[in-house]
């Protein structure tokens, strides 16, 4: 079965360095998604991309995050300088399409921050 | 603005036991509702899903979820409780033509032997 696959499984990094998690979505996905999970508290919407470009993004997506997709299968998060409250279960997700169609997570990249 | 509440953050059952975690939502719009379930140290895997039609639902490992739109609730069920099946559940709700969720907090299942 298809799935999205993520690295790092997990990333410790020191306050203020930049970090750059990859994601492959499902091959013929067409719409890209992250969501972070701070630990205990719940899954949190961060952006969504479609035609190379953000087409939805929350209040916590700040000037630090950038998403892109260098090449035809990677989907990347890029955090500028972390901070200490950016530690989290960051999850990358793609759907066929928009609307009610179901998003496919990967397992996560763990982020811990120093 | 839409928003999901789960009604206790941890069930515990008994094995055999019925599971019921409860979902309640707000949406301006006819909702589209989710559960996904996150075992230890893995991603979200979707367990069911509602858009339109039938309002019982049922998905993998016999797990099933009503939509009830007076109460707006989305309940999930199961009618016997394994091992396995502890886990941390959530719901979540999108609208027709958005692209992001709005997950739950997330309710924590324990099953006890």
């Known amino acids: 079965e298809p799935e999205v696959t993520q690295t790092p499984s997990h990333q410790v990094t020191q306050m203020g360095q930049e970090v750059i998690l990859r994601c492959v979505p499902i091959s013929n996905h067409l719409y890209f998604y992250w969501y972070r999970q701070i630990l205990g508290q719940k899954v949190e919407f961060l952006v969504s991309f479609y035609n190379n470009e953000i087409s939805e993004k929350s209040e916590i997506f700040d000037d630090q995050f950038s998403v892109e997709r260098p090449d035809g299968s990677n989907f990347t998060l890029k955090i500028r300088s972390t901070k200490l409250e950016d530690s989290a279960m960051y999850f990358c997700a793609s759907s066929l399409s928009s609307g009610a169609n179901v998003l496919t997570f990967g397992a996560g990249s763990r982020l811990t921050v120093l | 603005a839409q928003s999901v509440t789960q009604l206790g953050s941890h069930v515990s059952v008994s094995e055999g036991a019925l599971v019921l975690l409860r979902c309640n939502y707000s949406?301006?719009?006819?909702?589209?509702l989710f559960w996904y379930v996150q075992y230890p140290n893995q991603g979200l895997q979707l367990l069911l899903k509602y858009t339109t039609g039938a309002t019982l639902v049922k998905g993998i490992n016999g797990f099933e979820a009503e939509f009830k739109k007076s109460e707006t609730s989305f309940h999930l069920t199961k009618p016997s409780a394994h091992m396995s099946d502890a886990a941390e559940y959530f719901c979540?709700?999108?609208?027709?033509?958005?692209?992001?969720?709005?997950f739950g907090p997330g309710t924590r299942l324990s099953v006890l032997p």
């Open positions: 979540a709700v999108s609208k027709l033509y958005g692209q992001n969720f709005v």
């Open positions: 949406s301006s719009v006819p909702p589209y």
